[in-house]
C-alpha cells in the first residue's frame, strides 16, 4: 500500500530541544538551581501527566507548573524558557516542505496545553508549515506509544495507517507507530532520515536544491 500521510515528532526531529538552556532560562529568572528546578518539575512525573491531558487548559497547566517549581513565572516568561530552548532543524523543515508536494503531512507530539496555544510563538515554522494538521498528546488524551494515538491522528488526516509514515527521535514511539500499522522511521539525524526515505521508496523531486 502506497504511502500518503507522513506523520513527524516536533522535539528533536524538526527541532533541537535542549533541556539545560531552558533550565538555565528558568534558572536565571528564578534564582532558583536548574538542577532543583528538574527535580522539582520533571523528575515528580509532572510534565508527564500534563502531557496525558491532565490539565484542562494553558492556565490550569502554567498554575500547576509554578506550584512544582515553587516559583510563579508568568505566561511570557515560560514561553520565553521554552523558545530559547528549540533550534530549528532547518534541512528537515525543507525536506517537509518538499514531502507536502507528496501527500499530507502532520505533527504529532507528547506535550502540554501551553505549547500548543502558544506554538506560533515558539516555534512560528511548524504553524506555517503543517497549518491545522498538528496534534498534541494533551488534547487527544493519550499519548506516544500507545498505538489508538496513532490511530486518532491517521483519521483525523483522513488515511488508514498503513497509509502513514512516522518519524520519532524515540524508538519505543517508532515502535507503538508500527503497531497500530503505520511505516516507521527511526530520527537520528536529516541526513540519514533522507536515506531512509529512499530506502523506503518515498521519492522527493528536489531539482538542483537536493542537499
Known sequence: MSLDTFIFDMDDVLCEYN????????EAMTGIPADVIHRRVWGSGFENRADAGEYP???????????????RITREQWIEARKVSMTAYDDMLDTVRHLANTGTIAVLTN??????????EV?????EIFGANIYFSCS???GKPDPEIYRQVAGACGTAPERCLFTDDKLENVEGARAAGMQGIHFTAPASFL???DVIG???????NRP
Open 123 to 127: 516555534f512560528p515554522e511548524v504553524v
Open 111 to 120: 506535550n502540554v496545553p501551553l505549547l500548543e496555544d502558544t506554538l506560533g
Open 195 to 197: 536515506q531512509q526515505l
Open 140 to 142: 487527544l488524551g493519550i
Open 57 to 71: 487548559d494553558s492556565a490550569a497547566y502554567l498554575e500547576a507548573f509554578c506550584e512544582h517549581m515553587q516559583f
Open 19 to 26: 533541556v539545560a538552556r531552558r533550565l538555565a532560562a528558568l
Open 202 to 208: 518515498v521519492a522527493l523531486d528536489w531539482g538542483v
